[in-house]
Structure formats: structure tokens, C-alpha cells
């Protein structure tokens, strides 16, 4: 299979194959429609897909069936009886990140303790496989820098490989009683939940945002980590970040049309009408009543 990279205006879908059977998939859908994506997969391939925003739908069987996948949540795929072609419906501004491996150099990862791996043992070793989780802060931390990342192209295959391999080592981390001095990912989890709770604060309060001291001081870090971390996690600044939310909440402000533009302005936190309009026209390109009369 060969590395690619697909854009469609503001969707991007990449494939880099980092080594024999092992293969990594993002597709980033920042489209206010959902857009859909699909690819023959090979059922000797086990499938890891993480949603790091948004919502996918994974349809089956021509449709007969679908599994969904929400923000913050992974899905663990496996039939050796059937293949499992991956047949995508991305939501609106949505983004996800898939690790393809071949069960055979899977099973050369964890050759030491296979039957920890239960779907790996030779009683289960023929039978399908399904399990959902939740997205833990250390394993978001390496789908944002995959899925961020700027790289010299002659590096990002190791780095893809790298990065890869780190992330189903936190999937399948069996820790529970690590000491938080000697395990890096623990403070770094620390430190993601604290800024998750920035984020939180800043959309709640997107009128009257804090200032960057004060969220600091809110979530207890200090503003050099709060930017840096952000800035890894959410691809974007502080204010960066809350100016695209802001925006999307009045694009659907108005396509609701239950309020006018200067009662959406106010909405999202612009005292003046004139000063919403140009924050608007910069993010679409347009006017807030232009993109209203272009719904009619």
C-alpha cells in the first residue's frame, strides 16, 4: 500500500505505511457536512480506531449494520473469519486517527505474554473480536502530535512508526499502582485533564472569556504550560481555538434562525454588531446575512 494524502476542500484523509502489515490512517473532516471514507481491508489486519473529535458511524454489511464512535472513545476491530473493509461516515468537523496491523507482527509485539492479549491465545485465536474504551489523556496527547504534526518528510515514516507503536502500548498498559515521579505519562495525564478543564471554561464563559493569567490560575498551571499544552492537544492557541468555536456556534445560531445577527453577536460575545460581522467574514469569507440568504 502506498503513502497518499487526499484533500477535499477542508477534509484531509492521509494514509503512511509505516512497515510490513502496519499501516496508519488519519482523516481529518472539517467540513460542516459529513463526509464518508472507505478502504478494502485485508481480515488478517487487526483494527484500532481513535476518535479524537466529533463522531464516526462504521457501517458493515452494506449498511445492515453500524457501529458509532464519539469523541474521546477507540474501537478495536478483529475477524478472521470475514474482512472488515473500513466504510466511514466522518461528522462535521470531526477527526480520527486508525492504526492497521497485521495480527501476525501483532502477535510478534506481545510473543512474551500472547495470552494477555485475549483475542491473541490459541483457544480465541479464530473467533472475532470487539471492544470500545475510552481515549486515556496520555494516549490523547500521541493522537494530537500524530495528527498535528509538522515534520521534515524524511522523518515522518519513523516518527509515524514511533508514535504508532507508542500509542498501543498505552492502549494495552495493564499499570495501576505506577509511581507518579517515575512514569512521565502520569504527570502528563495530570496536566491534560487540567487543560480538558481549560478548554471546558473557555466555551462555557465564550462571552466574557478569562484572560490567559486567569484561566492559568483557574486550572492551576502556569500560562507557559497552558499554552504549550494546549497548543499539543487541541492543534490550535487558546484563542485561536475559542474564536473557530465561537464562530461555529454563530453559523448555527443562524442557520437557526431563531435569533438575528446582532443578538448572535452578543451571543458569542461581540458588543457591536460591526465588529461580529468582520469576525465572521474573516473565519467563512462572508457576511453573517449573506450566509443566511444563501440557506433560502
Known sequence: MENNIKSIAKSTFEETNVDDGFLVLMFKNDESV??????????????????????????????????????????????????LPINLQVAPNSWIVSILISIKKFHGLFSQEADYISFLNSENKDKKYYNDGVISPSMAIVLNQLINYSLNSSIKQLYFKAKAYELLSLYFNRSEDANVEQCPFLVDEANVIKIRKAKDIIVSR???????????????????????????IYGDSVFSFLFDYKMEVARKLLESGNNNVNEVGLKVGYSTSSHFIAAFKKKYGTTPKKYVMSLS
Open 206 to 232: 465564550m462571552a466574557e472569556p478569562p484572560t490567559l493569567q486567569e484561566l492559568a490560575d483557574e486550572i492551576g498551571l502556569n500560562i507557559k504550560k497552558l499554552k504549550e499544552g494546549f497548543k499539543q
Open 34 to 83: 459529513a463526509q464518508s471514507v472507505a478502504k478494502e481491508i485485508d481480515s488478517m489486519f487487526i483494527q484500532f480506531h481513535f476518535c479524537i473529535k466529533g463522531a464516526t458511524k462504521f457501517v458493515f454489511n452494506q449498511g445492515r449494520y453500524s457501529l458509532d464512535i464519539h469523541e474521546e472513545n477507540s474501537l478495536l476491530l478483529y475477524n478472521p473469519q470475514q474482512e
